[in-house]
């Protein structure tokens, strides 16, 4: 069975430093791969995703994912966090576009000023 | 930019009773889905709906839940006769298909 694994679940952070979260996924096919945010009291949103072409993608907010695939993995990345990023954040995949989501246990980040 | 609504966002309900949580996707969008995170929990999916039926269900939705589109804008999540364990944040999703899944705001739901 396709699972998610998210190997930090409380990182706490002072402003400024670099972020990476660590997601790994279990599936020998293909898959789409997202990173969804939520922030406190709001809903989840979509941070950013990859389907297929440059390993490397670009989402909202200054944040970015690189696909390994020899890994099964889809690390987030951000080079200098903000206070405003304090939110709970989630890797999922599926498998095509209109599948259901597997998510992984989500990392709550905690940014302090 | 369009926006999954839900409502209510907070129900609280006895053990035993009946509950329908409601969403309107995306107008556009053909797959709709429910999700759900018990607190402290992951997010699990429960359901896909395509064309009026059902395309996908997991092992929680049991025979206790259903889904329905009423008309052409809403999306509903029915249990019949709620337990203590539904207690958890229900979400309702919609996407084109082809694309990301986008999602509402959830509906808090507590059984006493």
């Known amino acids: 069975a396709q699972s998610v694994s998210q190997h930090n679940h409380h990182v706490i952070l002072s402003e400024a430093a670099s972020l990476e979260l660590g997601c790994n996924y279990s599936?020998?096919?293909?898959?789409?791969l997202f990173w969804y945010v939520q922030y406190p009291g709001q809903h989840l949103q979509l941070l950013l995703k990859?389907?297929?072409?440059?390993?490397l993608v670009k989402g909202i907010k200054g944040f970015e994912a690189e696909f390994i695939k020899s890994k099964f993995s889809f690390n987030l990345r951000k080079p200098s966090v903000q206070w405003s990023d304090t939110a709970e954040y989630f890797c999922?995949?599926?498998?095509?576009?209109?599948?259901?989501?597997?998510f992984g246990a989500g990392t709550r980040l905690a940014v302090h000023p | 930019e369009p926006e999954v609504t839900q409502t209510p966002s907070h129900q609280v309900t006895q053990m035993g009773q009946e509950v329908i949580l409601r969403c309107v996707p995306i107008?556009?969008?053909?797959?709709f889905y429910w999700y759900r995170q018990i607190l402290g929990q992951k997010v699990e999916f429960l359901v896909s709906?395509?064309?009026?039926?059902?395309?996908?269900k997991s092992e929680i939705f049991d025979d206790q839940f259903s889904v329905e589109r009423p008309d052409g804008s809403n999306f509903t999540l029915k249990i019949r006769s709620t337990k203590l364990e539904d207690s958890a944040m229900y979400f309702c999703?919609?996407?084109?298909?082809?694309?990301?899944?986008?999602f509402g705001p959830g509906t808090r739901l507590t059984v006493l």
């Open positions: 999703a919609s996407s084109t298909g082809a694309d990301t899944q986008y």
């Open positions: 599936y020998g096919g293909t898959v789409n």
């Open positions: 990859y389907f297929s072409g440059d390993p």
């Open positions: 999922a995949v599926n498998t095509g576009g209109y599948n259901k989501l597997i």
């Open positions: 107008s556009n969008h053909l797959y």
């Open positions: 709906f395509y064309n009026n039926e059902i395309s996908e």
